[in-house]
């Protein structure tokens, strides 16, 4: 699977973007999506991610209370409505597809994710 990330850019403190993942290239519905980013100078740290039918949701500590991660299977897309930005959370954000029979406590885990897309830059100004 092919993944495009978009949507990033920069915002102001308090304010807030909508990234967007698109998938192509096999069935949206076989995977878990997930988002993950990356601070300058910092590892990759897992921000959310959404199993295949959606009903499923988990959030990293760092964002958990401004966040939602969102799929359209229409649209074949993964979404991250983010809310109240703060300057820590400036990085490039990336999205990530894995098999859908990854288990739930594995979600925040790089490793079990096959598919990557290329990262969309979000910078919040204080």
């Known amino acids: 699977v092919q993944l495009q990330a978009s949507g990033g850019g920069l915002v102001q403190a308090g304010g807030s973007l909508r990234l967007s993942c698109a998938a192509s290239g096999r069935p949206f519905s076989r995977y878990v999506m997930d988002w993950f980013r990356q601070a300058p100078g910092k590892k990759r740290e897992f921000v959310s991610a959404?199993?295949?039918?959606?009903?499923?949701?988990v959030y990293g500590e760092p964002m958990k209370a401004r966040i939602a991660i969102s799929r359209d299977y229409a649209e074949s897309t993964v979404d991250l409505q983010m809310n109240s930005l703060k300057p820590d959370d400036t990085a490039v954000y990336y999205c990530a597809a894995a098999e859908s029979d990854v288990p739930y406590s594995d979600y925040d885990k790089q490793l079990r994710y096959d598919y990557w897309g290329q990262g969309t830059q979000v910078t919040v100004s204080s």
């Open positions: 959404i199993n295949w039918s959606g009903r499923y949701t």
